[in-house]
C-alpha cells in the first residue's frame, strides 16, 4: 500500500489538488476492500448476514407481515406446549425426575445418577418450584419453555435457512408431533434439542463474524446439553468428525485462491483461535468449565455449593462407562429399523421435504454449502448411531428428527421462491399443506387425547394410567376422613394428616413417590408385602405381570382386615413393530 501511495505522489500535478488526493484515497481502498473479502468470505450470503447485523437502534421499529407471521407460530406453539400442561399423568421416569428435583428444591442435596442422566433437569427444575410451587402443571414448565425455545431460536438462524426457510422450520417445529409431546414431558432430549441448537448457532456465526459472543453461546450450549444427558457425546462425535472432514478439504484449497476465499472459513477460524482468537477459545472453555462443575458438584445435605468436588469427574467418566455397559441390555428390545418406521409415522412432512431436499442438495453444486452438507451428515450420522445404539426409546427420535426439519424448511421456502418451477412448485405447496395438517393433528391427538397417555400411540411408552390420580385423591381423601374422626379437640388439632401411615409396594414406587411426597410415614417395600406391615391404613400394591402368583398371596394375607379396590397403574405399551405393518 505504501509502495502504491508513493508512486503516486511522485506524479506531476497535472489535475487538481482535489483529483490528486482523491486518487490515492481509491487506490488505497481496493486492497483494504480486498484484504477484508479475504477475512470474511465474499458472497452474497454473507452480504446478507451483514445487512441483518444493522443494530436495532438504526432501524425503524415496525410491524411487517413477517412478524405477524412469526407471532402466529409462536402464539401456536405456546398453546400447544403450555395449554392443560398438568393434565396427563405423570409417566414413570417424569416422577422419578420430578421427585429428585423436589428433594434438591427441599435442600436434601444432589448427587449425580447416571442412571437418571445429567444434574440439568434437576437444577431447573428445582429453579421452578422455587418461583412457582410444586405440582404437575409446574413440573413440566422448564420442558416447555425449552420446547417453545426450539422455535424461537430459529429466528437467528436466518442468514443460513433464509427469511422464509427459518419461518417455515419455526412451523415445522411448533407443529411436530414429537417436539410438541417431549415439550409437556419432563425428560432430558428437549433441552438437548434446543442446547443442539444454541451450540450450532453459536459456531456458525462465530465461524463468520468472530465476534466472541457467538463462541460463548456455543460454549453455554454444549455445557448446558453435556450437563444435561450422555447422548451429548453422540452430538460432539458428529460435530467434530464433520468438521475435521471439513477442514482437511478447506486445506487441501489452499492454493486454489479463488476457491479458498469461498470455501475456507473454517481453516481462517482455526488459524484465528491459533493466533490473535486464543483468548476468544480460552473465555469460551472457561464458561463451560464453570457450568460443568456448577451443576456437577456433589450436593449433600447442608453442603454448600463448590464444595463437594466428586461429581465433576463422574459428569465426564461415569456418564460414558455407565451407558456404554447399557448398549449390550438394549432395554425396550425395539428393531435397528424402529426410528425408521416411527419418524415417518408422525413426522411425514419432515421426512419427505427433508429427503427431496437432501437429493437436491447433492446433485446441484451451488447448494453444496456447508450449512446444507452439515445438515445431510448430521441426519444420516444420527440415524445411523441411534439405531446401532442398544437402547432405542421414542423420545430418541428426536435427535436425528432436529437435522430434518432443518432441511425441510430450507428445501420448502426455496420451493415456495421459485416461481419457475411451475407445476413442480404447486404440487409442493399442496403436499405441504395436507402434511401440515395431518402434523397438526398428530400433536394435538398425542398430547390431548386420554390424558396423553393412550397406549396406540406408538410415543407414549410405559405411561400412566389417569387411575392413579384417582387413586392419589382417594387416598387424600381418606387421611382427611381419618382427621375428622378425632372427636376430641385437642387430638383433633394435633393430628395431621400426612402423619398417615402407608405402605407401597416396589412395584408401585412410581409414580406414587411424586405423588404422595407430602406424606411423612410410607414404607417401600419389596415385591412382597411383609406379614408385619398388616394394620396400616392403606397398602399399595402390585402387580400380577411382573410377578406370576403375586396377587393371590396378597388377596391371602389381607382379606380378612382390607377392603380392596383394584385399578389400571400404567398404560404399557410394549413396542411392537408388526403394529407398522398391519
Known amino acids: 500500500k505504501l509502495e502504491i501511495k508513493q508512486q503516486q505522489v511522485k506524479k506531476p500535478q497535472e489535475k487538481p489538488v482535489e483529483k490528486k488526493k482523491a486518487e490515492p484515497q481509491k487506490i488505497i481502498e481496493k486492497p483494504e476492500k480486498k484484504e477484508?473479502?479475504?477475512?470474511?468470505?465474499?458472497?452474497?450470503?454473507?452480504?446478507?448476514?451483514?445487512?441483518?447485523?444493522?443494530?436495532?437502534?438504526k432501524k425503524e421499529v415496525v410491524i411487517t407481515w413477517e412478524i405477524i407471521a412469526w407471532a402466529a407460530v409462536v402464539l401456536t406453539a405456546v398453546l400447544l406446549r403450555f395449554l392443560d400442561l398438568g393434565a396427563k399423568p405423570l409417566h414413570h421416569d417424569e416422577s422419578m425426575h420430578a421427585f429428585y428435583s423436589w428433594k434438591l428444591f427441599k435442600g436434601d442435596g444432589y448427587s449425580y445418577n447416571p442412571m437418571m442422566h445429567g444434574p440439568f433437569l434437576f437444577h431447573a427444575n428445582a429453579l421452578i418450584y422455587f418461583l412457582?410451587?410444586?405440582?404437575?402443571?409446574?413440573?413440566?414448565?422448564?420442558?416447555?419453555?425449552?420446547?417453545?425455545?426450539?422455535?424461537?431460536?430459529?429466528?437467528?438462524?436466518?442468514?443460513?435457512?433464509?427469511?422464509?426457510?427459518?419461518?417455515?422450520?419455526?412451523?415445522?417445529?411448533?407443529?411436530?408431533?414429537?417436539?410438541?409431546y417431549q415439550s409437556r414431558y419432563i425428560r432430558n432430549d428437549i433441552y438437548i434439542a434446543g442446547d443442539t441448537l444454541m451450540l450450532l448457532l453459536g459456531l456458525l456465526r462465530y465461524f463468520d463474524t468472530r465476534k466472541p459472543g457467538w463462541l460463548f453461546l456455543a460454549a453455554i450450549g454444549l455445557a448446558l446439553s453435556w450437563a444435561t444427558k450422555e447422548v451429548t457425546y453422540i452430538t460432539c462425535f458428529i460435530f467434530f468428525t464433520f468438521l475435521l472432514g471439513r477442514w482437511v478439504w478447506e486445506y487441501s484449497l489452499r492454493n486454489v485462491p479463488e476457491k479458498f476465499e469461498q470455501e475456507g472459513n473454517l481453516y481462517r477460524t482455526i488459524q484465528w483461535w491459533l493466533g490473535k482468537g486464543k483468548r476468544d477459545f480460552i473465555n469460551a472453555f472457561l464458561i463451560f468449565f464453570f457450568i460443568h462443575a456448577f451443576l456437577y458438584f456433589g450436593k449433600e445435605p447442608g453442603v454448600s455449593f463448590f464444595t463437594n468436588l466428586k461429581g465433576v469427574l463422574a459428569g465426564y467418566?461415569?456418564?460414558?462407562?455407565?451407558?456404554?455397559?447399557?448398549?449390550?441390555?438394549?432395554?425396550?428390545?425395539?428393531?435397528?429399523?424402529?426410528?425408521?418406521?416411527?419418524?415417518?409415522?408422525?413426522?411425514?412432512?419432515?421426512?419427505?421435504?427433508?429427503?427431496i431436499a437432501s437429493v437436491y442438495y447433492l446433485i446441484k453444486p451451488e447448494k453444496r454449502t456447508f450449512f446444507n452438507v452439515f445438515c445431510i451428515y448430521w441426519w444420516f450420522m444420527a440415524m445411523i448411531?441411534?439405531?446401532?445404539?442398544?437402547?432405542?426409546?421414542?423420545?430418541?427420535?428426536?435427535?436425528?428428527?432436529?437435522?430434518?426439519?432443518?432441511?425441510?424448511?430450507?428445501?420448502?421456502?426455496?420451493?415456495?421462491?421459485?416461481?419457475?418451477?411451475?407445476?413442480?412448485?404447486?404440487?409442493?405447496?399442496?403436499?405441504?399443506?395436507?402434511?401440515?395438517?395431518?402434523?397438526?393433528?398428530?400433536?394435538?391427538?398425542?398430547?390431548?387425547?386420554?390424558?396423553?397417555a393412550d397406549p396406540k400411540e406408538s410415543l407414549v411408552y410405559v405411561q400412566t394410567s389417569s387411575d392413579v390420580l384417582i387413586v392419589n385423591e382417594k387416598i387424600k381423601k381418606f387421611a382427611m376422613a381419618m382427621k375428622t374422626q378425632k372427636w376430641?379437640?385437642?387430638?383433633?388439632?394435633?393430628?395431621?394428616?400426612?402423619?398417615?401411615?402407608?405402605?407401597?409396594?416396589?412395584?408401585?414406587?412410581?409414580?406414587?413417590?411424586?405423588?404422595?411426597?407430602?406424606?411423612?410415614?410410607?414404607?417401600?417395600?419389596?415385591?412382597?408385602?411383609p406379614e408385619y406391615e398388616k394394620g396400616k391404613p392403606i397398602i399399595l400394591s402390585g402387580i400380577e405381570e411382573a410377578n406370576r402368583g403375586h396377587d393371590q398371596r396378597v388377596y391371602d394375607l389381607l382379606k380378612d382386615d382390607y377392603y380392596f379396590e383394584r385399578y389400571k397403574l400404567r398404560e404399557w405399551w410394549a413396542p411392537d413393530e408388526g403394529k407398522f405393518w398391519s
Open 385 to 452: 448411531i441411534y439405531s446401532w445404539a442398544g437402547e432405542r426409546m421414542p423420545w430418541l427420535m428426536l435427535h436425528p428428527l432436529l437435522p430434518m426439519t432443518l432441511l425441510a424448511g430450507k428445501f420448502f421456502a426455496e420451493l415456495v421462491e421459485r416461481v419457475d418451477w411451475g407445476w413442480k412448485r404447486t404440487t409442493g405447496i399442496a403436499t405441504f399443506i395436507l402434511l401440515a395438517m395431518l402434523s397438526f393433528h398428530g400433536a394435538v391427538n398425542v398430547s390431548f387425547y386420554g390424558y396423553g
Open 132 to 180: 412457582f410451587g410444586t405440582s404437575d402443571y409446574t413440573c413440566r414448565i422448564m420442558p416447555a419453555i425449552y420446547g417453545l425455545l426450539c422455535v424461537v431460536i430459529l429466528w437467528w438462524y436466518k442468514p443460513y435457512l433464509g427469511k422464509l426457510g427459518a419461518f417455515f422450520t419455526a412451523l415445522i417445529i411448533a407443529i411436530s408431533p414429537g417436539f410438541v
Open 488 to 529: 376430641d379437640s385437642e387430638s383433633f388439632r394435633k393430628f395431621n394428616m400426612y402423619d398417615m401411615e402407608i405402605v407401597c409396594e416396589d412395584y408401585c414406587t412410581w409414580p406414587f413417590a411424586w405423588y404422595l411426597r407430602d406424606f411423612n410415614k410410607i414404607a417401600y417395600q419389596p415385591k412382597n408385602i
Open 36 to 57: 477484508k473479502q479475504i477475512i470474511d468470505r465474499p458472497s452474497r450470503e454473507i452480504q446478507e448476514r451483514e445487512e441483518m447485523e444493522v443494530p436495532v437502534s
Open 317 to 355: 467418566i461415569d456418564a460414558i462407562t455407565y451407558w456404554l455397559g447399557q448398549h449390550g441390555v438394549e432395554r425396550g428390545s425395539q428393531p435397528m429399523y424402529f426410528y425408521a418406521l416411527l419418524i415417518p409415522y408422525y413426522e411425514l412432512l419432515s421426512v419427505v421435504f427433508m429427503l
